[in-house]
């Protein structure tokens, strides 16, 4: 049986505005530099994600960790 993924939260360590993409880091296990360019390349690269938009929902939307 698998342990259950964590819930999503925003990250106190790993936070350079709101900790969205490092939570989403932490989330995923990933490096939060990485998430970090991919997000900033996926909002220019793409018309249909406005990343800035998404960012600030996540920001609003999402509880800040705990840790």
Do not use: H
């Amino acid at each position: 049986m698998e342990t259950p993924r964590p819930l999503l939260r925003r990250s106190r360590k790993n936070k350079m505005l709101g900790g969205v993409c490092g939570g989403i880091a932490e989330w995923l296990g990933w490096d939060p530099t990485a998430v970090r360019l991919a997000y900033i390349l996926l909002s220019i690269l793409s018309a249909a994600f406005p990343g800035l938009l998404v960012y600030l929902i996540l920001w609003l939307v999402t509880p800040l960790a705990e840790d």
